[in-house]
């Protein structure tokens, strides 16, 4: 069965920290691994990673693959109370049409 | 931002009734997609549409139907609801299917008493 599982599940940091979410994956044909953001709403797309050891990076977000271990990172400095939201890991498959398997997010509170 | 409305936006209904959620959008984009977010689950892929006229099932299909008679509309029926169909739904858009970047809308909350 596919499956992408999220640690930790939750997560309490002060502005400032620098914070690691992770993500491991069991995807058949894996192709991708992508990062959503989830505030209040809609989840909004923030990396796609194909290329094991390459890091993306945008701002103060950065991310990187790991396909020996089926696991990424994402890590965020200096975090600020906007940064509170649920991060969504999501593995793309390369089977017929391709397809993503979700975990079901860590919830990150950055407190003032 | 990407231009998808759902609606409606909140809807409590009985079970047995059915219900139709729409999606529209300003894309103009070929793949459109309806997914349910749960806790403990996070988000799964209902039906998706590769153009007009043309959707697949997902892997939470069962209890669902969709159409898309025009690019811009995705429609997402429950025929009979059932409190086991009470989630969050999330319709999604992309430009491609291999790049796995979606576009979401703000979501439909649906209630099944």
């Known amino acids: 069965e596919d499956k992408v599982v999220q640690s930790p599940l939750s997560l309490v940091v002060h502005e400032g920290d620098t914070v690691t979410l992770n993500c491991s994956y069991e995807?058949?044909?894996?192709?991708?691994l992508l990062w959503y953001k989830q505030e209040k709403k809609a989840p909004t797309f923030l990396f796609m990673l194909?290329?094991?050891?390459i890091e993306k990076k945008s701002g103060r977000l950065s991310s990187i693959l790991d396909k020996k271990e089926l696991s990424s990172i994402l890590n965020i400095t200096a975090t600020q109370t906007g940064d509170s939201a649920i991060y969504l890991c999501?593995?793309?498959?390369?089977?017929?049409?391709?397809?993503?398997?979700f975990g079901t997010g860590t919830r990150l509170l950055v407190s003032p | 931002d990407a231009g998808i409305t759902q609606s409606p936006r909140h809807k409590v209904t009985e079970t047995g009734t059915p219900v139709t959620l729409r999606c529209h959008q300003t894309?103009?984009?070929?793949?459109m997609y309806w997914y349910r977010q749960d806790p403990g689950h996070g988000l799964r892929l209902i039906h998706y549409?590769?153009?007009?006229?043309?959707?697949d099932k997902g892997e939470v299909s069962d209890g669902y139907s969709v159409s898309r008679s025009k690019t811009e509309d995705f429609l997402l029926t429950l025929e009979s609801a059932t409190s086991s169909q009470t989630s969050v739904y999330f319709c999604?858009?992309?430009?491609?299917?291999?790049?796995?970047?979606?576009?979401f809308g703000e979501g439909s909350r649906l209630t099944v008493l």
């Open positions: 999604a858009i992309s430009e491609s299917e291999r790049t796995g970047e979606l576009f």
């Open positions: 999501a593995g793309l498959m390369n089977t017929g049409f391709q397809k993503l398997v």
């Open positions: 995807v058949t044909n894996f192709r991708s």
């Open positions: 194909t290329s094991s050891g």
């Open positions: 549409s590769y153009g007009v006229k043309d959707t």
């Open positions: 894309e103009n984009h070929r793949y």
